[in-house]
């Protein structure tokens, strides 16, 4: 397949160069130091399972670059994914299916926004990586998993052809027959850790072990759950409790991107995860005063670590 990663961080870089060693055709969309790097020396991933190396050749520096393609993936922060949207379609590639691997539960709403309905994928990927350098991706641990679904009418032909892709690359890959579901029971872990990792800012072991925060761990995913049963997904009354026990199994040191972009004084993701569970839940009615207070906490934050007055 003529591949398009847009993003090429720990995400869009991991899950593109395995695809690439298979044998596709992947090209990168990538900027600053990272597409600099990669011009150089090919996207090097580091992981337990195999490292990687793709060729310097698999890189531009916009969308409007790329060819022709069989598939798109989108894996850039939350905030980029308007303009990557209205990008692709001005591009070559605007009539490539589109699956984002991105976080949180809005992401393919706004991509529908752009998009036709029946280009979009629904999916979701479960795994640890992240930029360690430019130019170099760090895979922790063997997990590698992606979901696909389609929405309705959509490709469910390109689902089958990007199932097979990922499968033949070695990426642990399945098929939902309701993908909102599945992209939901993420969203509330997810929610979960990014708020207490980086309102604590300590790692999972720290949150977990100590009554109050533990607490604020279950009511932010319970909040979550609530929001997510009042958009109509079907999700058990006892999710959270099912997500919190699950956080009882991570490793201590365990932590959220959320919590190392906060840490590095980076963008946060923060208004598509607690404050976007809190704004979903205004909108219909639904309270969610820790996830509020979590977002009002970091707001400062959002753009970066403030200048100091």
Known sequence: MRIAVIGAGGVGGYFGARLAAAGNDVTFVARGRHLEAIRRAGLVVRSPLGDLRTSPESVVASIAELGPTDLVLVAVKLWDTEDVAEQLRASAAHKAPVLSLQNGVHKDAVLRGSLTDEQVLGGVCF?????????VVRHNGTLQKVVVGSYGSGPAEAGRAVLAAFRGAGVDAEASDDIERVIWEKFVFLVGLS?????????????????????????????????????????????AEDRLAFCDTLPAGMTSSMHNDLEHGNRLELPWLSGGVADLAERLGVAAPRNRTVADILAPYVLGRPADS
């Open 127 to 135: 795994i640890s990586a992240f930029i360690e350098e430019p130019g």
């Open 195 to 239: 708020a207490t990792t980086a309102a604590v800012r300590r790692p999972i072991g720290v949150v977990r072990a100590n009554e109050r925060s533990r607490r604020l761990l279950y009511d932010v995913m319970a909040e979550t759950v609530a929001v997510a049963q009042a958009s109509g997904v079907r999700l058990d009354s006892g999710f």
